[in-house]
């Protein structure tokens, strides 16, 4: 495939889309410090464009590749935090500072806790569903799930993100 054909493509959903895969991350992540997992997702993009199906939606699949990105990076914070432990680096701390929390209202820091705090498919399901406003047929496509999974999904989610804040609702 042509390479400006690929950047163009690229490049136009970039436009598009960033702003809505940094949302999501920041859900995902629960930290506003996601600059470079965006951009880590087009990287992605344009290293695998020659999977990208014309039929499916970009958009589907760049919140696709936003998820795995954001897998690895749990993944990888979860390996070093294992890592300090057992000793193996130096004592850093995983905490937010004090300026970052005081940057998100207090609302905002509670919805980010209380998503944090449940487990990974209510998560992902919240975020897309309830924060970023996919149809049920894109999250299903996003996370690879049938429809009826999803919708069932996102009601129990949404039952125990309830539990969690006392009462909040999406």
Avoid: C
Wanted: hydrophobic share 35%; net charge positive.
């Amino acid at each position: 495939m042509d390479r400006i054909m690929i950047s163009n493509n690229i490049s136009e959903w970039f436009y598009l889309y960033n702003k809505d895969i940094y949302h999501f991350l920041v859900y995902y992540m629960g930290s506003s410090d996601v600059e470079d997992l965006v951009q880590e997702v087009f990287i992605r993009a344009i290293k695998g464009f020659e999977h990208y199906r014309k039929e499916s939606s970009p958009k589907t699949w760049l919140f696709a590749i936003a998820r795995n990105v954001g897998i690895d990076e749990i993944r990888k914070k979860t390996r070093s935090r294992m890592k300090q432990k057992i000793g193996f680096f130096d004592e850093q701390s995983d905490k937010e500072t004090p300026e970052t929390i005081l940057q998100l209202n207090e609302n905002n820091r509670l919805l980010y806790q209380a998503i944090q705090s449940l487990k990974a498919n209510y998560r992902e399901v919240i975020i897309l569903r309830g924060i970023k406003e996919f149809s049920v047929s894109e999250t299903a496509s996003v996370l690879n799930w049938n429809e009826n999974k999803v919708r069932i999904t996102y009601h129990r989610a949404l039952k125990t993100l309830q539990k969690v804040k006392g009462g909040f609702s999406l």
